[in-house]
């Protein structure tokens, strides 16, 4: 007799977990480099209009860029975090009582 419905293999769950937790890891390096690169390069806007308009706009651009790296990170630090719980539910209905 088979049973219809979804199956889910707890280790497969648990890789995918750790593959994003990785994935974060490496992010955050990434991230680390482009933040030496915004400190290596300076403010390097030049010296007529468009480069009195870039020094006003960098730092929010800057931001922007820094805050979508830092997103990113949280993304898939709760993807990893949420398949880690999830693999954990999967485990106790697989084995209820231990």
Do not use: C, W
């Not at 209009?49 to 997103?71: L, T």
């Amino acid at each position: 007799m088979t049973v219809s419905g979804y199956n889910a293999e707890t280790q497969g769950i648990l890789r995918y977990g750790k593959a994003s937790a990785e994935e974060a890891e490496r992010v955050r390096g990434i991230l680390h480099d482009v933040r030496e690169a915004f400190v290596a390069a300076g403010r390097p806007m030049g010296h007529d209009q468009y480069g009195a308009q870039m020094e006003k706009d960098f730092p929010v651009m800057r931001d922007s860029v820094i805050n979508a790296f830092n997103d990113y990170i949280d993304q898939l630090e709760g993807v990893g975090e949420g398949m880690h719980a999830t693999a954990g539910h999967y485990r106790a209905a697989e084995h209820p009582g231990t």
